[in-house]
């Protein structure tokens, strides 16, 4: 890689924090250096001691005025601003969901914007949406395409832009410490259970908020009682889930099988599959889960437990889905809707088998929001990496063994919290 | 097992068919025994060639009315009929989107009802629904429970229905021969692409429908190309995927990246993630993929030969999109209905890595509708399968590589049908 | 599929048992169809009960005289027999491990054959070996190539072979009923272990042998306490693993860890893999496990709880070891012999998570000894189906959260069973 | 995490390299804090542009002497080395396969001891293995355990040893820069295999080693051919395989099949379990390959290509062979020591489809030298990487329809350069 040209587009530009340990740097050089650019350090100061910040200062080099926006796009995502700080650009959207062509297109990270000389922070923060700025109101939020207005005042390019990457978490001892963010088999699963139960014992005692995404396999594989145990415990904030959940829990809470399967026997019950499809009947004939509840013929489950403790849910359809129940939001903008309101001021948020509903709620969140994943397929949790929810961990484990384990950690630990 | 009651309940039933090869008597024993019920055979006629139908009559035992009314079911939904034929019986739905208690749920194979001596076909068959008749015009017709009106005559119980199981193909050497529904890797990939080129090249010869499920993987793993030719050669008759497959085939016909990496280079294009976001924004300004194709900005990739050939495309949103596009569905009722006005008259589906469209389209199939799912992740197949669409035949490949493999092939039968 | 040809080669065949209930009539006729032969039945009496056997006679006919041999040994192993039965043939092997041209090639299903009038059941049944026979004694055993030698009488052909294929378990309630062969996920886990403990339970009541096949991820996910309990309450025959299970079994013993990981916190124990390497050296240092033992630095774990009960083990050796530690068997050859001696006269073998000892197992198994199979990834539960296991039944799940589940549902029925 | 105790113990070190680049101090930082040790940053010059090294100085503190042992270990694995350099502690080995208490246990990157004021350079490195030094030749060697001789001097402690971390390679085009370590499906895998494919053709122009480790699914699915042409061109410097890879090599040669299955049409071949064992038999009565080769009975395929061009190949026995043929090892250590022998002096490792083999490979291989590893199965990669081998790239695809395009590639590059 020889630059033949002369390099004399460049910026100086800046980075504050713990630039090793979190590996911030080492994230800015690479994205230089991928991009064929240079880049010259002029001052650099480590933290001493582990909990000094450390401070960087450098020139990025280029080969063309287009090639230097490319490169410092690129660095200003990974935490770094320009020591020249000029105010964020802002255009017009020209029509309702029609975004100014070169609108800046957010990351998952905690991001300001600097207007007037202020740095504001970003509110609702979530990857891949353009930043609105009220300017009286000095207010810049994250918005999707569908939301964005006619003359809403949008952030272009890249000036005026901060973006602080999450530090990495080091004391304590939670389950984000001794597993990476990296899947994989092999794993002690008691161990990580137990770790899961404290953290998850730990948010319930200083109010914190957790939110659980659930799929249908935890009906299949027999862990309803374990999840129906932690909403009825006061663990859970918010449940999010879809249509087949609400089913198979229906289905189960009434004739104890899922899909025709008997959970407790294992044996397969004939008319299984009526059982589902009875399930969704009795939905549309009380109206509603809470009708259910009322006309006293659902007793137990995971949506009774909802219900009886004021846990608010929300169901998003999808086109696999048989019915949809009623309950169930079967315009997508408006489930999106739901559930990114449902998201907020959460600390933990574990997902439970489910692809399609995690990697929905992982494009939700920020950066900042721990997330424990769990499936039995490894597959998915790649893909929920893969696709920006970088601070996941994965655990690859059957959902009706795993659950059931982290409940009876929990149950240890308030015996312990009485004593 | 031993029945210590007195088997008072019996009922005399019969079956016609390749009992032995297509294992429509295996299963009916099965299901009798695993019901712990008895039976005892009657009359029993082999075909004694293979073309040649078999027929057996049977005594069904049982402990109780219940249970023997339990069997019958499942023998009935397994091909048999009882002798002594009832009329199906109706009951009126009470409210709208609201089934009588004992509702007939229905299984994905070809069902008659028997109404006043006459068998009727049942229409729109697919597996889960209620039957509705329309007494006057001597209709019958498969319903999902949102479309069910209040006093719409729905068939309950188990009297007046005949199921016709699939008979195993035989003649002939399609794909469906040499590959049992079982999913393994470990399969000569190439010869099983010869195959499918043949079946597709047959369909269209024949002028049958063959529809394509499309997941974005197609366009990460670079087989945009292959996808478009079909279209563009007149080998697809429908395309039914989601707003993934619609923003990727956008993105990369503009950019020529796949959420921001360079398709033909794998190199990581830098603001990638944009890409995405800007192909988003383009449909939102153009309004559609056809305003798209007809400003010149849209001249190539999967939707444009759908546009330019005239083929029909039905996109359903999920909640995991970004935007949802312009020409998504966002409904996930009205996405069904579209599914399956698009599923009517088909021949073959052939499912290209995509686990939520393709269940959706299996449970909408009736099961003499050949499929064809290729994916990369086993479970995706394994789990097509467990949902009913047990007709189908799973490829353990990734579609970036297998279907330009497909594409060769059809190449070569079209020059070798010339010449 | 026209035969053209006039068919004159044919041959009159027969079949006795559960030739529906158990699919040996549909395999029959698929065979023949499958190889493009022609059939007709010329008897078939069915089983009135089900507990009746049925009986069929039929022609098998071919276009050619090859045609009609490759059709009768497919229809042969399948269960058939011909109606006019000659000696089985006989030919001397060549030299040591070398075996004549057409020599038979056995399967794993229990097999006869005819010396001199008398139907002679074949020992040490497994699939792929030659069937060498003595005939002064009277007897007929399975040979691997290797254990050929030169003037062994070896069967040719196919005459005077008869196979029986396993009838389809009805009665009892063990796991190999509610589970067919076929694997997923998104079961009952629960129900699943209880199955397992209730048949795990009944053979060592009824004085049955059990065998476990042992791979190392029971160590690292946690498992061990309860493979220990299963060995130390007489539960288990025989351990069959290799040196990977041995080492960490040893590591976790002295350290608590596995490859460096604390098991029951999850934290990184730093000097992980010396521990690893340590454990290596320690057995070299004592010269053998049963010598650690002696020496009480080894007080805890799988091989502990062995040499405490005298319950025999074998480990075999494998490229990928680290060592291998002594009492590792490195000849792979030796380490198949020893396999095979410790496998007689089993009635259920446990895989637990190694595809490689597993699939050796398999093997090396008749078809008649059940087989369940855990493990995380269902491709290895495939692959041992694939590989001609076929009554294996696979459950997906970590063997972390799963063994223990299995043990606790055995000491429940411990105290049931003396109450 | 308070240490209420006086931290009194510490030791000063330095590192040199690319350290933030290749996240060299991040590593260092990371073990002291997961230790719960302390240190302080004494000095830090960073390279001023990427190709200067930076140098850090650092105290390293902890709470006990043992403390600090433990975290200096693994500091110094990390790359770094003591200020005060004393010479590497030697130790004789008690006896034959033992060794001493406190030997160090090697990583897979690049090793130095300090003799006398000399840094010697380690040979053979490769991980979990002991180093031993002979004093008078000044030469130290990685030894596994088995090689051990009594009074063999064995390196203990740690100190006098420097690790050298592999820098992370940015320059010049090749698939380990598009692709991290990170194994992912939804890869553009023509520009994969296009990427490889330069690779390659570049490791014959300057004349590198490449050796193929190579498993059975090759042959399945239909890639022979195409290993076939990489041999008989010149690209394989040595073949790794097992006994299984060269039966079902050997079958399809003499029969089109694998397992008896067709592998140009795909369909079933009835004998096909006779096929693999009449390949067996052949090679036991030819007495080897090189036996059939010779007697013009084998005359395609992969071995036959090694045969003809004279190029190595190893095979190793397991216990799941079949046989083994004549030419596969059949004990484990020796199967070991001839794969070492050939992995000298590599420069890219391309892994095929066989996770035993590959681990084991990977197990012997310094972390120098380049590994490509193409598998269906994701959890192979993963537990290729979890075991150590972190520097290779995952490939998800199936061989079947990859190889051919890596050869299709290679084939194109020819031609151009010809031109």
Redesign the interface.
């Known amino acids: ?1 020889s630059n033949t040209s002369n390099q004399e587009y460049k910026r100086e530009i800046e980075v504050t924090g713990h630039l ?2 979190s ?1 911030i ?2 994230r800015i ?7 064929k650019g ?4 002029i001052e ?1 100061t ?5 909990s000094d910040k450390s401070y ?1 200062k450098l020139w990025v080099k280029a080969n063309t005025p287009e090639h230097l926006r ?2 410092l ?2 660095v200003y995502n990974a935490g770094a601003t320009p020591i020249e700080i000029t105010s964020a650009n802002l255009s017009k959207a ?1 029509k309702d ?3 100014p062509a070169e ?1 800046y ?1 957010t ?1 998952n990270n905690l991001t300001h914007v600097l207007l007037d000389g202020e740095w504001i922070q970003v509110e609702d923060q979530m ?2 949406k ?1 930043i609105v700025v009220d300017i009286k109101r000095r207010l810049a939020t994250c918005k ?3 939301a964005i207005r006619a003359a809403d005042e949008v952030v272009v390019g890249d000036s005026g832009i901060r973006v602080s990457l999450p530090e990495r978490p ?2 304590g ?1 939670n389950v984000f ?3 990476s963010s990296y ?13 899961i139960a404290e953290d998850v014992f730990g948010i319930k005692k200083r109010k914190g908020k957790l939110a659980v995404v659930a799929g249908p ?1 935890i009906v ?3 862990a309803t009682e374990a999840l129906a145990y932690l909403i009825r415990s006061g663990y859970v904030s918010v449940l999010l889930a ?1 249509n087949a959940l609400l089913v198979h829990d229906i289905e189960y809470s009434l004739f104890g099988t ?1 899909l025709g ?8 019950k ?2 299984g ?2 059982h ?3 399930a ?2 009795e939905l ?2 009380a109206g509603s889960v809470e009708g259910l509840v009322k006309s006293n013929a659902l007793r137990s489950g995971i949506l009774y437990e909802c219900v009886m403790s004021g846990i608010p849910y929300v169901l ?9 129940a009623p309950g169930v939001i ?4 408006e ?2 809707q739901k ?1 990114k309101e449902a998201l907020k001021g959460l600390d933990l948020v574990i997902m439970l088998s489910t ?3 995690s ?2 709620v992982g ?1 939700m969140l920020p950066s900042r929001v721990k997330v424990v994943a769990v499936d ?4 998915t949790l ?2 929920l990496l ?1 696709r920006g929810t970088g601070q996941a961990v994965g655990v ?3 959902v ?3 659950l ?2 982290v409940v009876k950690d929990l149950k240890d630990l308030e015996s312990n919290d009485i004593a």
């Open positions: 890689m090793i340990d590996m740097l080492t050089f690479d994205r230089i250096m991928d991009l240079e880049f010259e350090v650099f480590i933290g001493k001691e582990k960087a490319e490169i796009e690129e020209p969901m029609v975004l609108f297109s990351t990857m891949d353009a999707p395409i569908r080091r004391e001892m410490q001794f597993m899947t994989s088999t092999e794993k002690p699963v008691q161990a990580i259970a137990k770790k396999a299949h594989t027999g879809g899922s399967v008997d959970v407790q026997s294992g044996s397969s004939y008319q599959h009526r589902h499809m009875v969704v009947n549309f004939k998003a359809g999808s086109i696999r889905d048989d019915g949809p079967t315009d997508v903008v489930a999106q559930y692809m399609l509903h990697i929905a494009n039995i397929n490894p597959s790649t893909k893969d690859v484990s059957d009706g063994s795993f059931p384990l």
